[in-house]
């Protein structure tokens, strides 16, 4: 009964979205019911693959507040991706316990919460062709600093970060060693008296004492883990609101490893809110621009397999250096090798080497897969390095 009327629930949400779905839900991650929020565009074709979005909500608010406050919906209605809004309390704890993510002392407070988020990736999988090379994630204020966990801790399934108002904790930046270059787009204030500038430590967090980096030292951490220039393209963002009585600068750091940035979008009188929402709570909320539209703008750059695998690697359809066959194929297929010695790699869609052979002279390999999905066939020789696409059907 409770399945029924929870597909007569949505079904209604949906017909009132005019096409789009918002659908609320749980799932049992770490022991517990976990609730979340997922927005479907009604210009998705379960056809096509789409990327993923989690928007993360701040501490002292739920999922249902980051929705209308943080909206990437009008986004996500023209550029076709899925939006997730995960909850931070599981659905046995009350409003006043948690309302937020436990991430704020040490790394293993937020395991659960983790695994959660991974658990949620793989339960939206089973339902709607998303693209495991583009699962990205935002959020505000707490929503921020647990994305910037996520981008360490969630590495191998998170291709970009996008932070608003939040930051990074100092125990937590010290142990994070993502195993990719990861782009990261850090929103802030200047005048933010919550998560300040000069963050140690948070003003705003009553439950206990956050000791978080400054905005400046948090930027160019990951400007050194992703290799970019030390030296940013700095532009004004054009003022064309006045009444907000702020304005923002927006800083580039380009030439990182696999293609990867560091951005900054610093807001001077920007207090501790969401750019561009419709809903102004506080003061210091800059119109002069939309922080969704700008976060989708630096993630729809990225994809995963991108940042694992060099850039200086060809992908080709050419079969003068190997051919692949059949291509879709049920997951057994071969490849036709013309130039050894050779190094054969097959990579799953997160970027992961699945199967590995060396060559020695020209030769016919077939290969096996279990699931089905996107791989690539990566050849390396003394000459070059290509890759080819290979579709295997579920």
Request: aromatic content about 10%; glycine content about 6%; proline content about 4%.
């Amino acid at each position: 009964m409770k399945k029924i009327l929870l597909l007569i629930t949505n079904l209604i949400l949906a017909t009132l979205a005019f096409g789009q779905t918002t659908i609320t839900d749980s799932i049992y991650s770490s022991g517990e019911f976990r609730r979340y929020i997922l927005y479907v565009p009604a210009i998705y074709n379960p056809a096509n693959p789409v990327p993923l979005v989690f928007n993360l909500h701040a501490f002292g608010s739920r999922n249902t507040d980051e929705l209308t406050y943080a909206d990437f919906r009008p986004v996500a209605d023209t550029a076709n991706f899925i939006m997730a809004l995960p909850q931070g309390d599981s659905v046995t704890q009350a409003w006043e316990y948690n309302m937020g993510w436990q991430n704020w002392s040490t790394v293993a407070d937020a395991a659960n919460d983790m695994n959660f988020i991974s658990n949620l990736i793989d339960s939206i999988k089973s339902q709607y062709n998303i693209d495991l090379n583009r699962v990205y994630s935002c959020g505000y204020s707490n929503g921020g600093f647990m994305s910037y966990d996520m981008a360490c801790y969630l590495n191998s399934r998170i291709a970009a970060v996008a932070s608003v108002a939040g930051g990074m904790i100092v125990s937590h930046d010290s142990s994070c060693h993502p195993a990719h270059p990861t782009p990261v787009l850090e929103i802030h204030g200047a005048a933010d008296s919550c998560v300040t500038w000069n963050s140690l430590p948070a003003q705003c967090l009553t439950l206990q004492t956050i000791h978080c980096l400054p905005v400046d030292t948090l930027v160019k951490h990951w400007v050194d883990r992703n290799n970019c220039s030390l030296t940013p393209a700095v532009t004004n963002v054009a003022n064309t609101n006045w009444l907000d009585q702020c304005t923002a600068q927006h800083y580039v750091y380009s030439g990182g490893t696999n293609g990867s940035r560091v951005e900054l979008l610093k807001v001077i009188g920007g207090g501790h809110t969401w750019p561009g929402s419709g809903l102004v709570l506080t003061g210091g909320t800059c119109m002069d621009f939309n922080a969704a539209v700008e976060i989708w703008r630096f993630f729809r750059q990225y994809t995963l397999y991108d940042l694992i695998n060099s850039t200086n690697e060809i992908t080709t359809t050419d079969d003068d250096l190997f051919s692949v066959f059949p291509n879709p194929n049920d997951g057994k297929f071969t490849l036709n090798v013309t130039d050894a010695p050779a190094q054969i790699s097959i990579v799953n869609s997160l970027g992961q080497i699945i199967q590995e052979i060396k060559t020695v002279d020209k030769s016919n390999i077939t290969f096996q897969v279990r699931a089905g999905g996107i791989y690539f066939v990566k050849i390396t020789t003394s000459k070059e390095i290509r890759v080819r696409k290979i579709v295997v059907g579920e």
